[in-house]
């Protein structure tokens, strides 16, 4: 069974920043793309980035796109999701997802057509707010 460990949220002023890490216990190049979602009171599960696992293509949301960035650490097993120029509508819960679908998932997921995955991060929470 696949474990994903979500870290990194907290409270940041607009215009901040912030590192989220996703910590895969089984994080083997080419298995698995791994999926960020933002759920937030009110709004519908939104799939935000992804990078796919073969070739290590990211994608990204209209939303984020040139303000979030994603990297991956084979060593430590952990794929990171760096935001930059935080906005108070980015608040939420950030769940990682790991699915192995690949470059068709993190399309879907960018796109909204996907809105799961096969395993889950217990998720993390951000604040944006003066």
């Known amino acids: 069974q696949l474990q994903l460990v979500n870290a990194g949220g907290g409270l940041v002023q607009p215009g901040g920043s912030l590192k989220l890490s996703c910590e895969v216990s089984?994080?083997?190049?080419?298995?698995?793309?791994i999926g960020w979602f933002r759920e937030a009171p009110g709004k519908e599960r939104e799939g935000l980035a992804c990078?796919?696992?073969?070739?290590?293509?990211?994608y990204f949301a209209d939303s984020v796109k040139g303000r979030f960035a994603l990297s991956a650490d084979d060593a430590k097993k952990t794929v990171y999701l760096q935001m930059k120029d935080l906005k108070p509508e980015d608040a939420g819960v950030y769940f990682c997802?790991?699915?192995?679908?690949?470059?068709?998932?993190?399309?879907?997921?960018?796109?909204?057509?996907?809105?799961?995955?096969?395993?889950w991060g217990q998720g993390t929470d951000i604040t944006v707010s003066s």
């Open positions: 089984d994080f083997k190049l080419g298995r698995y793309a």
């Open positions: 990078i796919s696992g073969r070739q290590r293509r990211t």
């Open positions: 997802t790991a699915d192995p679908q690949g470059d068709g998932y993190c399309s879907g997921l960018v796109s909204g057509q996907i809105r799961s995955g096969d395993y």
